[in-house]
C-alpha cells in the first residue's frame, strides 16, 4: 500500500483518496495491480473466491469530518471481477469549520468486467453535512451490482445533512441518476409524505448486466416501503425506505439475492 | 426571457388540455397509506415534491425550451424516473400535451420529437419545446413544470379527502416562493447545462414518491392515474 495524497489543509480539512485497478491476471483470475490509499482509507485483500477478486475497506480514522474531501476510485478493467465491501459503517461527522465534507467514488467498468459494490451503510450524524456522489461508467456488457445505504442519525440522535446523488451511465448513455437530500439545511419537504415519510433509513440496490438486455426483469412491489423496477435499459434498480438500517438491509439481502438468481440464470 | 406573457398562463393553466387532471402525482397512493391527512401533510407533501420531481421536470423543461437537444433530455429523463409506471405516464403526458399544443402553438421542433418519439416523449421534455413554440424562454418553462409539480397533487386532495379547496388553495400560495426559487434553479441548471452536458440538470429524486408510483399502479381500483 502506498501512500498517496494526504494534504491536512490549514483549517479546511482532510484530502484524501484512494484506488483500486482490477484486471485479467491471465491465469482466469482477477490481478490488483494498484491498490493504494491514503488517510482514512486502508484496503486490504481477502481471500479471492475464483475468478473474482475481492478488497475490503477498513476504515483507518474517524472520516468524513467536515471539510473533508475525499476520493475512492475503482477501474474494473475489460474480463475482470471485483468485490469491494467495507468492514464498517462509514460516519459523516462535524468538523471544526461547519464547511461540507466531500466523498466522490468513481467507477469504470470495461467489456465483460464485473463489479460487486456493497459497502456498508452511511451515516449521518447530527451536525455533519457531507455531499457524496457515486458515478458507475458502464462499458455495454460490464456487469455491475451496487448498494448504496443512507441511515439518518446514529441510534436515537437526529440526522445530519447528506446529499447524495448516484449516476450510472452504460456504454456512454445515462441509465440512473437520482440525487437525494436529506436533513437539516436540505430543501423543505424532505421527511414529508413525497420523500420520507418520517423514515430514518433509504436505501438503493442499482444491478446492470447485458442478460437484461433481451429479458427486462419485471416490475416487482417488495413491500408497503420497497419496490424492484426494470431501468429504461439493462438494468433494475431496487429503492427500499425504512424505519432503520436493520430493516433496510433485510429487504435489500432479499432482493439482492433475487436479483442474484436472475442473473446467474443469464 | 424574463417579459411577463399571457401564454404561460393559457400554458399552466389547469384547463389547458393535456390530460394532467386525471394524475395526482402520488397524492392518492399517499392518502390511502395516511401519509396525507390535511392541509399541513398535503403541504409537506407537496413542498417535497416540488424540491425533488418538480425541480427534475423544471430543469428539463428549462433545457428544452433553451433549445439543447430533446432526444438527448429525453434519454435523461428516463434515466430520472427509475420507477417504469412513472416512465410510461409521463411518456402519455407528453404524448397528450403534444396533441393539445399542436393545435395551439403549431411547432416544427414538436413534430420532429413526436416522430422521432411515437408513443410519446417524457411530458418535461415536451412541455419544454412547447414552451419554446409559443415564444416562452427557459425560467417560463421550469415555472409550469414546477407549478405543476405542486398543483396536481392539491387539486387532487380536494376530491380524495374532501379537503376544503380553500385550504389547498392556501398550500400553493405558502409554496409559491419555493416555486420562485425551484424555477430559478432550474433555468440557471440548463443554462449550465450547455456548457457542462446534461449531467448538471438537476436530478433530484423522492423514493417514496417512486416506490408508491409501483404500487399504485397495480390497485384494481383508483380515481386518478398516477
Same mark, same amino acid.
Request: hydrophobic share 50%; proline share 7%.
Given at each position: 500500500?502506498?501512500?498517496?495524497?494526504?494534504?491536512?489543509?490549514?483549517?479546511?480539512?482532510?484530502?484524501?483518496?484512494?484506488?483500486?485497478?482490477?484486471?485479467?491476471?491471465?491465469?482466469?483470475?482477477?490481478?490488483?495491480?494498484?491498490?493504494?490509499?491514503?488517510?482514512?482509507?486502508?484496503?486490504?485483500?481477502?481471500?479471492?473466491?475464483?475468478?473474482?477478486?475481492?478488497?475490503? !475497506?477498513?476504515?483507518?480514522?474517524?472520516?468524513?469530518?467536515?471539510?473533508?474531501? !475525499?476520493?475512492?476510485?475503482?477501474?474494473?478493467?475489460?474480463?475482470?471481477?471485483?468485490?469491494?465491501?467495507?468492514?464498517?459503517?462509514?460516519?459523516?461527522?462535524?468538523?471544526?469549520?461547519?464547511?461540507?465534507?466531500?466523498?466522490?467514488?468513481?467507477?469504470?467498468?470495461?467489456?465483460?468486467?464485473?463489479?460487486?459494490?456493497?459497502?456498508?451503510?452511511?451515516?449521518?450524524?447530527?451536525?455533519?453535512?457531507?455531499?457524496?456522489?457515486?458515478?458507475?461508467? !458502464?462499458?455495454?456488457?460490464?456487469?455491475?451490482?451496487?448498494?448504496?445505504?443512507?441511515?439518518?442519525?446514529?441510534?436515537?440522535?437526529?440526522?445530519?445533512?447528506?446529499?447524495?446523488?448516484?449516476?450510472?451511465?452504460?456504454?456512454?448513455?445515462?441509465?440512473?441518476?437520482?440525487?437525494?437530500?436529506?436533513?437539516?439545511?436540505?430543501?423543505?419537504?424532505?421527511?414529508?409524505?413525497?420523500? !420520507?415519510?418520517?423514515?430514518?433509513?433509504?436505501?438503493?440496490?442499482?444491478?446492470?448486466?447485458?442478460?437484461?438486455?433481451?429479458?427486462?426483469?419485471?416490475?416487482?412491489?417488495?413491500?408497503?416501503?420497497?419496490?424492484?423496477?426494470?431501468?429504461?435499459?439493462?438494468?433494475?434498480?431496487?429503492?427500499?425506505?425504512?424505519?432503520?438500517?436493520?430493516?433496510?438491509?433485510?429487504?435489500?439481502?432479499?432482493?439482492?439475492?433475487?436479483?442474484?438468481?436472475?442473473?446467474?440464470?443469464? | 426571457?424574463?417579459?411577463?406573457?399571457?401564454?404561460?398562463?393559457?400554458?399552466?393553466? +389547469?384547463?389547458?388540455?393535456?390530460?394532467?387532471?386525471?394524475?395526482?402525482? +402520488?397524492?392518492? @397512493?399517499?392518502?390511502?397509506?395516511?401519509?396525507?391527512?390535511?392541509?399541513?401533510?398535503?403541504?409537506?407533501?407537496?413542498?417535497?415534491?416540488?424540491?425533488?420531481? +418538480?425541480?427534475?421536470?423544471?430543469?428539463?423543461?428549462?433545457?428544452?425550451?433553451? +433549445?439543447?437537444?430533446?432526444?438527448?433530455?429525453?434519454?435523461?429523463?428516463?434515466?430520472?424516473?427509475?420507477? &417504469?409506471?412513472?416512465?410510461?405516464?409521463?411518456?402519455?403526458?407528453?404524448? =397528450?400535451?403534444?396533441? @393539445?399544443?399542436?393545435?395551439?402553438?403549431?411547432?416544427?421542433?414538436?413534430?420532429?420529437?413526436?416522430?422521432?418519439? &411515437?408513443?410519446?416523449?417524457? =411530458?418535461?421534455?415536451?412541455?419544454?419545446?412547447?414552451?419554446?413554440?409559443?415564444?416562452?424562454?427557459?425560467?417560463?418553462?421550469?415555472?409550469?413544470?414546477?407549478?405543476?409539480?405542486?398543483?396536481?397533487?392539491?387539486?387532487?386532495?380536494?376530491?380524495?379527502?374532501?379537503?376544503?379547496?380553500?385550504?389547498?388553495?392556501?398550500?400553493?400560495?405558502?409554496?409559491?416562493?419555493?416555486?420562485?426559487?425551484?424555477?430559478?434553479?432550474?433555468?440557471?441548471?440548463?443554462?449550465?447545462?450547455?456548457?457542462?452536458?446534461?449531467?448538471?440538470?438537476?436530478?433530484?429524486?423522492?423514493?417514496?414518491?417512486?416506490?408508491?408510483?409501483? =404500487?399504485?399502479?397495480?390497485?384494481?381500483?383508483?380515481?386518478?392515474?398516477?
Amino acid at each position: 500500500m502506498t501512500v498517496t495524497e494526504t494534504a491536512p489543509t490549514p483549517g479546511a480539512g482532510l484530502r484524501a483518496a484512494a484506488r483500486i485497478v482490477a484486471a485479467p491476471d491471465g491465469r482466469g483470475g482477477t490481478a490488483l495491480p494498484v491498490l493504494e490509499g491514503a488517510g482514512p482509507f486502508a484496503l486490504r485483500r481477502p481471500r479471492s473466491y475464483g475468478h473474482e477478486a475481492r478488497v475490503a !475497506l477498513v476504515g483507518a480514522m474517524s472520516a468524513p469530518l467536515g471539510g473533508d474531501r !475525499l476520493a475512492l476510485t475503482a477501474d474494473v478493467g475489460a474480463g475482470a471481477a471485483l468485490c469491494f465491501t467495507t468492514t464498517a459503517a462509514t460516519i459523516a461527522l462535524p468538523g471544526r469549520t461547519g464547511a461540507p465534507a466531500t466523498y466522490d467514488t468513481r467507477l469504470t467498468v470495461g467489456d465483460g468486467g464485473s463489479l460487486r459494490w456493497l459497502p456498508e451503510p452511511l451515516i449521518s450524524a447530527r451536525g455533519s453535512d457531507l455531499r457524496q456522489s457515486t458515478r458507475a461508467d !458502464l462499458a455495454a456488457t460490464a456487469c455491475l451490482v451496487l448498494r448504496e445505504e443512507q441511515v439518518l442519525g446514529r441510534a436515537g440522535e437526529t440526522t445530519g445533512r447528506l446529499t447524495t446523488r448516484l449516476t450510472v451511465r452504460r456504454a456512454g448513455r445515462p441509465l440512473l441518476d437520482q440525487e437525494l437530500a436529506y436533513g437539516p439545511g436540505a430543501p423543505g419537504g424532505w421527511d414529508g409524505g413525497a420523500v !420520507l415519510g418520517g423514515h430514518r433509513a433509504a436505501g438503493q440496490l442499482v444491478v446492470v448486466h447485458p442478460g437484461f438486455e433481451g429479458s427486462p426483469v419485471a416490475p416487482r412491489v417488495l413491500g408497503p416501503l420497497a419496490a424492484l423496477a426494470p431501468l429504461a435499459g439493462p438494468g433494475a434498480v431496487v429503492s427500499v425506505v425504512a424505519p432503520d438500517a436493520l430493516a433496510l438491509r433485510r429487504l435489500l439481502d432479499s432482493a439482492l439475492s433475487q436479483l442474484n438468481a436472475v442473473i446467474r440464470a443469464f | 426571457m424574463s417579459t411577463l406573457s399571457a401564454a404561460l398562463l393559457v400554458l399552466a393553466d +389547469g384547463r389547458f388540455p393535456a390530460g394532467g387532471h386525471a394524475h395526482s402525482g +402520488g397524492a392518492e @397512493a399517499a392518502v390511502k397509506a395516511g401519509r396525507i391527512t390535511d392541509g399541513a401533510s398535503l403541504e409537506s407533501f407537496c413542498r417535497g415534491r416540488l424540491h425533488t420531481a +418538480g425541480l427534475t421536470a423544471a430543469g428539463l423543461a428549462a433545457a428544452a425550451a433553451a +433549445g439543447l437537444d430533446p432526444l438527448g433530455l429525453d434519454a435523461a429523463a428516463d434515466a430520472r424516473t427509475p420507477s &417504469p409506471a412513472l416512465r410510461a405516464a409521463a411518456r402519455r403526458l407528453g404524448r =397528450q400535451l403534444t396533441r @393539445a399544443a399542436r393545435a395551439a402553438w403549431p411547432s416544427p421542433d414538436l413534430d420532429a420529437l413526436a416522430a422521432a418519439r &411515437p408513443r410519446g416523449a417524457h =411530458q418535461p421534455v415536451v412541455l419544454g419545446l412547447v414552451a419554446r413554440a409559443a415564444g416562452l424562454g427557459p425560467l417560463a418553462a421550469a415555472y409550469a413544470a414546477a407549478y405543476e409539480a405542486v398543483s396536481g397533487p392539491a387539486t387532487a386532495v380536494v376530491r380524495l379527502l374532501s379537503l376544503d379547496p380553500f385550504e389547498a388553495t392556501a398550500v400553493l400560495a405558502r409554496l409559491a416562493p419555493e416555486m420562485d426559487d425551484v424555477a430559478a434553479r432550474a433555468a440557471e441548471a440548463a443554462l449550465r447545462a450547455f456548457d457542462e452536458g446534461l449531467d448538471a440538470l438537476p436530478a433530484g429524486s423522492a423514493p417514496l414518491l417512486d416506490i408508491t408510483a409501483e =404500487q399504485h399502479a397495480a390497485w384494481p381500483v383508483r380515481l386518478f392515474a398516477t
